[in-house]
């Protein structure tokens, strides 16, 4: 039997992130995320929280990659291999690891730090082994498999392409990645280690395809700095309040909402369970080094102290932080907003979306009911003060080129968007419509 895979989750779907790929009687699981909307309608929890759930239940209400499509395999299952944090591709790990209690999980530092947060938080345990491997390195998995992992650039640290080597050949999951040449924390995209595999030989990309429709190149990180400059640089001077939200892992857009509020010589606050959660998960690895004047709080007895201090001391004075960004109704922003806390806003208060809306009912419905709670309040809002953590059309032109795959699976967007990749890959003559494959959650593929 020569490789085979199934695409578990987050192919009928954008979520609950899934890939198993088998090699005769050895199989390795990459990704196992959370499906964010259904999770939260379910366990009436934050974006960014993870609690104790029974895992068949997540199963049933499509939260969690249905493991049961591969209940064949299962005995074969020899380690499971995030790509990223992102809680799409590691937050089922607390419910379904406990399924292949014996093998590890293995992922960059930041992934596995992020994961061990999530796991002691939560006061969750789990008996698989955790390993760590930096970009660049190399694990052999079992007899047949090896996985490498290549550093690329994404929205949050520490993202690898993984590589699954095989007798039979090679698979590269490049699920999510941008590819950014002016990152503002960490390295470059390992182009020159892409390229070189595109010489040695690609038999399958599965390649995430979000906005693989968008004509462009996406924006570099250091654009939405720059953006996020001229906004607090201009509007600082003449002594507004300032409040900015982003998404708690993005641990580059927050180095530079520090840098940035350092320079204006406000005092920075953070304000928030998962901010100070993926915060101190990137200080314990030495990602970044948060000043011991900056508060990080989370309890609302230490929200409203501080908020009240800065109600006497003026918002002038400082640079409040806050999860909230997708409007989530018991995020720190919406609870300011109701004024469920201490903190006064007013006509001078300027809050800054340093995110976009993740496309789905329930954030489009649940920000704009912030934004016009915000805005009654006489609050100034940005909007958008950012860029995207994926690949565009003309990065997804630039990683085939180099990679020059037999074969491809477009990912991560569902029907609805991924056909634009297979467009992309069979117009650029490397795959035709047979050796581009649309995959549904549950489908198997066998490269021959
Ligand atoms: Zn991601």
Redesign the pocket.
């Given at each position: 039997m020569p490789i085979e895979i199934c695409t578990i989750g987050g192919f009928s779907e954008c979520g609950r992130n899934c890939t198993a790929i088998r090699v005769d009687d050895e199989v390795v699981i990459l990704d196992l995320g959370l499906e964010m909307e259904s999770y939260i309608r379910h366990t009436q929890q934050d974006r960014d929280n993870v609690v104790k759930l029974d895992a068949e239940d997540l199963i049933k209400v499509n939260a969690v990659p249905n493991l049961h499509l591969i209940s064949d395999w299962m005995p074969m299952v020899k380690a499971i291999i995030p790509s990223?944090g992102?809680l799409?591709?590691i937050g089922a790990i607390p419910f379904l690891a406990v399924k292949f209690p014996h093998i590890p999980i293995i992922s960059t530092p930041y992934t596995i730090e992020v994961i061990s947060s999530i796991l002691k938080e939560e006061r969750l345990q789990l008996s698989n082994e955790l390993i760590v491997k930096k970009a660049g390195q190399k694990y052999k998995v079992s007899d047949k498999i090896t996985v490498e992992f290549v550093h690329v650039t994404?929205?949050?640290p520490h993202?690898a392409m993984l590589v699954v080597e095989t007798p039979y050949g090679r698979v590269v999951y490049a699920n999510?990645y941008k590819l950014d040449m002016t990152p503002t924390l960490g390295k470059k995209p390992d182009l020159k280690r892409i390229k070189e595999l595109g010489n040695e030989g690609v038999d399958l990309l599965i390649c995430e395809s979000l906005y693989a429709g968008e004509h462009r190149k996406t924006p570099s990180e250091a654009v939405a700095k720059q953006m996020l400059k001229d906004i607090l640089n201009r509007e600082c001077s003449d002594g507004h309040g300032l409040v900015v939200t982003t998404f708690a892992s993005q641990i580059a857009r927050i180095k530079s909402i520090i840098e940035l509020g350092g320079k204006l010589n406000r005092k920075i606050v953070f304000f928030g369970r998962s901010l100070r959660k993926y915060l101190l998960a990137a200080q314990r690895i030495g990602l970044l080094e948060i000043p011991k004047s900056i508060p990080l709080l989370s309890r609302r007895q230490e929200l409203d102290k501080m908020m009240r201090q800065i109600n006497r001391e003026g918002q002038e004075k400082y640079l409040i932080v806050c999860t909230g960004h997708q409007g989530e109704q018991r995020a720190v922003l919406s609870r300011i907003a109701r004024g469920e806390l201490a903190l006064k806003l007013n006509s001078k208060t300027m809050c800054v979306f340093s995110c976009s809306v993740i496309p789905v009912e329930l954030n489009i419905q649940n920000r704009e009911k912030l934004e016009r709670t915000l805005r009654s309040s006489g609050v100034r809002i940005f909007r958008d003060v950012h860029a995207s953590?994926?690949a565009s059309r003309e990065d997804h032109r630039e990683l085939i080129q180099m990679l020059k795959p037999t074969h491809i699976v477009p990912s991560h967007a569902g029907f609805g968007l991924a056909h634009h990749l297979r467009d992309l890959a069979v117009e650029m003559g490397y795959v035709d419509q047979k050796t581009v494959h649309m995959m549904e959650d549950g489908k198997r593929l066998v490269l021959e």
């Amino acid at each position: 039997m020569p490789i085979e895979i199934c695409t578990i989750g987050g192919f009928s779907e954008c979520g609950r992130n899934c890939t198993a790929i088998r090699v005769d009687d050895e199989v390795v699981i990459l990704d196992l995320g959370l499906e964010m909307e259904s999770y939260i309608r379910h366990t009436q929890q934050d974006r960014d929280n993870v609690v104790k759930l029974d895992a068949e239940d997540l199963i049933k209400v499509n939260a969690v990659p249905n493991l049961h499509l591969i209940s064949d395999w299962m005995p074969m299952v020899k380690a499971i291999i995030p790509s990223h944090g992102h809680l799409d591709h590691i937050g089922a790990i607390p419910f379904l690891a406990v399924k292949f209690p014996h093998i590890p999980i293995i992922s960059t530092p930041y992934t596995i730090e992020v994961i061990s947060s999530i796991l002691k938080e939560e006061r969750l345990q789990l008996s698989n082994e955790l390993i760590v491997k930096k970009a660049g390195q190399k694990y052999k998995v079992s007899d047949k498999i090896t996985v490498e992992f290549v550093h690329v650039t994404h929205s949050i640290p520490h993202t690898a392409m993984l590589v699954v080597e095989t007798p039979y050949g090679r698979v590269v999951y490049a699920n999510d990645y941008k590819l950014d040449m002016t990152p503002t924390l960490g390295k470059k995209p390992d182009l020159k280690r892409i390229k070189e595999l595109g010489n040695e030989g690609v038999d399958l990309l599965i390649c995430e395809s979000l906005y693989a429709g968008e004509h462009r190149k996406t924006p570099s990180e250091a654009v939405a700095k720059q953006m996020l400059k001229d906004i607090l640089n201009r509007e600082c001077s003449d002594g507004h309040g300032l409040v900015v939200t982003t998404f708690a892992s993005q641990i580059a857009r927050i180095k530079s909402i520090i840098e940035l509020g350092g320079k204006l010589n406000r005092k920075i606050v953070f304000f928030g369970r998962s901010l100070r959660k993926y915060l101190l998960a990137a200080q314990r690895i030495g990602l970044l080094e948060i000043p011991k004047s900056i508060p990080l709080l989370s309890r609302r007895q230490e929200l409203d102290k501080m908020m009240r201090q800065i109600n006497r001391e003026g918002q002038e004075k400082y640079l409040i932080v806050c999860t909230g960004h997708q409007g989530e109704q018991r995020a720190v922003l919406s609870r300011i907003a109701r004024g469920e806390l201490a903190l006064k806003l007013n006509s001078k208060t300027m809050c800054v979306f340093s995110c976009s809306v993740i496309p789905v009912e329930l954030n489009i419905q649940n920000r704009e009911k912030l934004e016009r709670t915000l805005r009654s309040s006489g609050v100034r809002i940005f909007r958008d003060v950012h860029a995207s953590g994926h690949a565009s059309r003309e990065d997804h032109r630039e990683l085939i080129q180099m990679l020059k795959p037999t074969h491809i699976v477009p990912s991560h967007a569902g029907f609805g968007l991924a056909h634009h990749l297979r467009d992309l890959a069979v117009e650029m003559g490397y795959v035709d419509q047979k050796t581009v494959h649309m995959m549904e959650d549950g489908k198997r593929l066998v490269l021959e």
